[in-house]
């Protein structure tokens, strides 16, 4: 019983930059972490960066230097700022969500509905 809204996606020329949001709603007692995986047709979908409840972020290597991700834990709300986009970077990003919902929920994964981020010049 948890929704994840994503927003910010488009297209940019290389060199550009995007920021991701996305927005968790529902049955929430704690999101123990939240990120940001991608997925090009005809490949495995790729974690991007995630970041915990704590703070503790991790970055994919082809991302690293480029992307920052953030949370606003009062909002339960997670950001991508992705500069110095690349070709490369074109995919669907989706928003990832690890929720303890309640003693009889429990903790489960949720998965936003996708949004399109194109490099092109």
């Known amino acids: 019983q948890v929704q994840l809204v994503e927003s910010g996606g488009g297209l940019v020329q290389p060199g550009g930059s995007l920021r991701l949001s996305c927005a968790a709603s529902g049955s929430i007692v704690i999101i123990n972490r939240m990120g940001w995986y991608r997925q090009v047709p005809g490949k495995q979908r790729e974690l991007v960066s995630s970041?915990?409840?704590?703070?503790?972020?991790n970055y994919a290597d082809s991302v690293k230097g480029r992307f920052t991700i953030s949370r606003d834990n009062a909002k339960n709300t997670v950001y991508l700022q992705m500069n110095s986009l690349k070709p490369e970077d074109t995919a669907v990003y989706y928003c990832?969500?690890?929720?303890?919902?309640?003693?009889?929920?429990?903790?489960?994964?949720?998965w936003g509905q996708g949004t399109q981020v194109t490099v092109s010049s």
């Open positions: 990832n969500s690890n929720v303890f919902g309640g003693i009889w929920v429990g903790t489960s994964d949720y």
């Open positions: 970041i915990t409840s704590g703070g503790s972020t």
